[in-house]
């Protein structure tokens, strides 16, 4: 079965969302599979893999098929030998390196409270990611759903004016700061050098 992708909502939002059948992220991809993949982004924001068992290994592999990966240098957790995963996934999780429930003041898990807010992915990077690859492992029974919004369709339905207010305008996103609006302001001298957006250029 060759891959496909059909919009999910086509009446009354055939460009937003797309689901992909004919693809088993656990297997290499075809050359024909990437080109496919690439352009169901091209055309939607976000792709639903639906039914995928995979291992962190087979993530990564598959992502890999899709260009060069960026390292997990926007989680607090960066020594390897203190992560649960490797420095080539994000681990948006309540677990330590030994797979405990983090204490409720435990920074890692304050510093991911801010994965609660609306917010794009790596946009706090010089060159931000083109994608980001979700795999949910573990879900509770009810909420902790993961939403997404559709910022191309939210800019094309701006009115002409406020297009070319924006046009030239160039946004600068800090991680310290999205943080610190939870409350969370407990950084290293390090991690504040680190995460200190580039100026614009």
Same mark, same amino acid.
Request: aromatic share 8%; net charge negative; glycine share 6%.
């Given at each position: 079965?060759?891959?496909?992708?059909?919009?999910?909502?086509?009446?009354?939002?055939?460009?937003?969302?797309?689901?992909?059948? $004919?693809?088993?992220?656990?297997?290499?991809?075809?050359?024909?599979?990437?080109?496919?993949? @690439?352009?169901?982004?091209?055309?939607? #924001?976000?792709?639903?893999?639906?039914?995928?068992?995979?291992?962190?290994? =087979? =993530?990564?592999?598959?992502?890999?098929?899709? $260009?060069?990966?960026? =390292?997990?240098? $926007?989680?607090?957790?960066?020594?390897?030998?203190?992560?649960?995963?490797?420095?080539?996934?994000?681990?948006?999780?309540?677990?330590?390196?030994?797979?405990?429930?983090?204490?409720?003041?435990?920074?890692?898990? %304050?510093?991911?409270?801010?994965?609660?807010?609306? @917010?794009?992915?790596?946009?706090?990077?010089?060159?931000?990611?083109?994608?980001?690859? %979700?795999?949910?492992?573990?879900?509770?029974?009810?909420?902790?759903?993961?939403?997404?919004?559709?910022?191309?369709?939210?800019?094309?339905? %701006?009115?002409?004016?406020?297009?070319?207010?924006? @046009?030239?305008?160039?946004?600068? @996103?800090?991680?310290?700061?999205?943080? $610190?609006?939870? #409350?969370?302001?407990?950084?290293?001298?390090?991690?504040?050098?680190?995460?200190?957006?580039?100026?614009?250029?």
């Amino acid at each position: 079965m060759s891959l496909a992708i059909e919009p999910i909502d086509p009446v009354d939002r055939p460009f937003f969302a797309g689901v992909v059948s $004919g693809c088993d992220a656990s297997r290499p991809l075809s050359p024909a599979d990437v080109d496919a993949i @690439h352009a169901g982004m091209d055309r939607f #924001g976000v792709l639903v893999f639906r039914d995928q068992r995979i291992t962190d290994d =087979q =993530q990564v592999a598959f992502a890999r098929s899709l $260009g060069p990966l960026e =390292q997990a240098t $926007g989680d607090i957790v960066t020594a390897p030998a203190e992560r649960r995963l490797s420095m080539d996934l994000n681990d948006i999780s309540n677990l330590d390196k030994d797979s405990r429930v983090l204490a409720r003041d435990d920074r890692r898990r %304050l510093f991911e409270l801010g994965n609660l807010l609306w @917010h794009s992915d790596s946009s706090f990077k010089p060159v931000p990611a083109k994608y980001s690859i %979700l795999s949910a492992r573990r879900i509770p029974p009810a909420g902790g759903n993961t939403e997404f919004a559709d910022m191309r369709a939210a800019y094309d339905a %701006l009115d002409d004016e406020t297009k070319a207010e924006l @046009h030239d305008l160039i946004c600068r @996103h800090s991680q310290l700061y999205s943080r $610190g609006s939870l #409350g969370f302001s407990d950084f290293t001298d390090e991690e504040r050098l680190k995460w200190t957006p580039d100026p614009p250029r």
